[in-house]
């Protein structure tokens, strides 16, 4: 499968605007068959070291690619193209 080693980290306390772009990165990975090492940062001392201000964030293979945005699962099928 391609891009088997992708990691999606998605940043955030655990709001609904975070946990809507959980579900949507899990289905965005669904649909377009690919695998990803996802993992979820909910320490704020975490978030800010990495960069994100706002969250959700959303981090594909260490580049921010959204801050503050609960992205649907057509968005993120973009991001996850383009990286």
Avoid: R, Y
């Avoid at 940062?41 to 959204?66: E, R, Y």
Wanted: aromatic content about 2%; some cysteine; hydrophobic content about 35%.
């Amino acid at each position: 499968m391609k891009n088997q080693n992708k990691k999606i980290e998605i940043l955030g306390p655990g709001c609904p605007k975070c946990n809507a772009l959980t579900e949507n990165v899990k289905k965005a990975l669904q649909e377009t068959n690919q695998t990803a090492e996802v993992v979820k940062i909910t320490d704020i001392k975490d978030m800010i070291a990495k960069g994100v201000m706002f969250t959700p964030g959303l981090i594909i293979d260490g580049k921010i690619v959204s801050q503050g945005k609960a992205l649907s699962a057509e968005q993120i099928k973009e991001l996850i193209k383009g990286n």
